[in-house]
């Protein structure tokens, strides 16, 4: 053992726990010395498989490829769920300077001749090696891979494409940029006390917070075009042309004339992906990234998309004529403008549909729902959950659980992170510091799961936060039950138009009355959830859909009409957009929740691109699949939850999604119970018959 070995205890074998990080030991100066020699030894892995003097095999080479930078793979981990979790100016200082180099090392990787012939010359003689359908799902995965990175280009095109790529990394760099430069010039001045009229005390709070943050005077209130803040002001704000105003801000982010100009960017951008695609062979780029998504073509994504817009359009009349009668009764002038609707939209709901978090919080304890996500495991797949105390994690707040299955045999650990702190991202994600794999031994899961909750002496949820718990969960029982041989097709590492199935699945049970009468109890009395107010939070739910609705589903249109243009199509992003949403028809008063100019998913990254759609389409199978449960007639039927288990939360990628879905659920999925579940269709239309 070298000295640097000997010192740092990111390269020693963890004798920890469960394998746990030795977080104890760990320090900011042991991570890029630790990198250095895990990106040494894994590029040192990667050599040795390509210039293997034997002939290709599956497992001196695919399996082999598979199993190379385990320990880059562990100390990229810790250091992401670090960076995530607990940051700190020293890891952030090193993050900025590892980024460029991983992206170096993996377009090294997929950009190895050697390694890719071999991998070629396996793929071609697939069917006749003798493999099983694990290992053809792999080598097909692998492959893929390779080819998705250029690698069967000709080397002038290989050129190109890099050239390509290099280009586009700085355009979608540039255009987040100009969307940041446009929110952090504009501020909405809140000046006299009629500035504030209708705003609740936790939007003047939010707006004094961000006015400090921008060096502005003492006593300043400012509205910004943070989502945070410029969303509930336009819910509740009742000054009608502030309204207007950052309305109009917010729809022309990135859309200035000058220096932040994205049109002629996301113009540029849109050129390129065409090359990109035509490089691959395909005719457009919508095709390109619909070939390795379930989804599959295009045409599936805009069918499934219509399918919600028609009804959308529709009942978002019915809507319209209630927020103009409420419009009416508050003298507020009609007929209704996009800046309107939000607002009124509240009005209605607080009339209608009040739910008090007040009232409902207390039945929503954090520990309560814990409890009851487990116990929603256990019932579906036998997991117990057992707390382990006295574990050095990466901070205090996090708390550890062992899985066992029904058998007590150990599966894998479960790290819970709930609460809110400066050095904790925002938002609620799942993520693993290691990852199920069966070769060897193998290795057992273990998955973290971030919240944002605030910390109190009973932490009190919204009905909103349970679904985020039960949702993050989703994804973690995805890591802990995944139980495949190789590493890389655990887990989540499924494709990303079927990795929120098991997240957003998962969100039924929080809606389950079953499961709600036993775990919904008053944090004080222990008295169960009144049946009222179950009613009421399944009545809201439904409320404002079609708005909801047709501001997604107009975005995701059009993203997939703008990457289904063929190649050499030049594109001017604004008449485009102006164009497409006259043919559609979108609602002025409704608009939509993001506009070309600022679009980030499709403009700051590819995964994203010709992928806005993902969310509905993962809503169709969560909505459908759920519907499994409804037929059998029990939430935690054990039949449906075997087949849950085996096709859907532990076959990780080894399975092609549309079959793994099949497998499931013994048909094609349906539409028809997410459009009831938005309200869209009526129920009885969506109604299961029984079989
Ligand atoms: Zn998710």
Known sequence: MSDLQASNPLLQTWQTPYGLPPFDRVEPAHYLPAFDHALAEHTAEIERIASAPEAPTFENTVQAFDEAGRLLMRVNNLFWNLTSSETSPALQEIERSLAPRLAAHDSAIYMHAGLFARIAALHAQRATLGLDAEQVRLLERKHLDFVRAGALLSPADRTRYATITEKLAELTTQFTQNVLADESTFVLPLETEADFVGLPASIREAASAAAAERGLPEDSHVITLSPSLAEPFLTHSARRDLRETLWHARVARGAHDGEHDNRPIAAEIIALRQQQASLHGFATYADYQL?????????????????????????????????????????????????????????????????????????????????????????????????????????????????????????????????????????????????????????????????????????????????????????????????????????????????????????????????????????????????????????????????????????????????????????????????????????????????????????????????????????????????????????????????????????????????????????????????????????????????
């Open 291 to 691: 070939s390795d998504r379930m989804a599959g073509k295009p045409a599936a994504v805009n069918e499934l998309l219509m399918r919600a817009w028609n009804p959308a359009v529709e009942k978002a009349g019915a809507d319209r004529a209630l927020l103009n009668a409420k419009a009416v009764e508050l003298g507020e002038p009609t007929p209704i403008a996009a800046w309107d609707w939000r607002y009124l939209a509240e009005r209605v709901r607080q009339a209608d549909y009040d739910l008090d978090d007040a009232e409902i919080k207390p039945y929503f304890a954090l520990d309560n729902m814990i409890q009851a996500m487990f116990d929603c495991a256990s019932r579906l797949f036998g997991l117990q959950f057992i707390e382990q105390h006295g574990l050095e994690l990466h901070h205090p707040d996090a708390r550890l659980w062992e899985v066992q299955d029904r058998t007590g045999k150990l599966i894998g650990t479960f790290i819970g992170d709930n609460f809110a702190r400066q050095s904790k991202r925002s938002g609620a994600w799942m993520s693993v510091f290691r990852s199920q794999s069966g070769i060897a031994g193998g290795t057992l899961p273990i998955v973290i799961n971030n919240n944002n909750l605030a910390k109190a002496d009973h932490t009190l949820l919204s009905f909103d936060d349970v679904r985020t718990l039960f949702h993050e969960f989703g994804h973690g029982l995805h890591g802990l039950l995944s139980n495949v041989r190789y590493e890389g097709l655990a887990g989540t590492s499924v494709l990303q138009d079927f990795v929120e199935l098991p997240s957003q699945i998962f969100e039924n049970w929080a809606e389950e009355a079953e499961v709600l009468k036993r775990h919904a109890r008053h944090f004080e009395t222990g008295e169960p959830i009144p049946a009222a107010l179950l009613d009421k939070l399944k009545r809201a739910r439904q409320f404002n859909q079609a708005w909801t609705s047709i501001q997604y589903v107009a975005p995701a249109l059009i993203d997939m009409a703008l990457h289904a243009l063929p190649a050499g199509t030049p594109v001017d992003i604004a008449a485009f957009e102006t164009e497409q949403c006259e043919k559609l028809g979108v609602p002025a008063d409704v608009g939509m929740r993001h506009y070309l100019s600022h679009f980030q998913h499709l403009f700051a990254g590819p995964s994203y691109a010709a992928g806005y759609y993902v969310y509905m389409w993962a809503e169709v199978l969560d909505a459908d699949g759920y519907d499994a449960f409804v037929e059998a007639g029990n939430p935690f039927d054990a039949r449906t939850a075997e087949r849950l288990y085996r096709y859907i939360y532990s076959s990780g990628n080894t399975l092609e999604p549309g079959a793994a879905y099949r497998a499931f659920r013994g048909r094609e999925p349906k539409v028809e119970p997410m459009l009831a579940k938005r309200g869209l269709i009526d129920i009885d239309e969506a109604a299961p018959v029984p079989a």
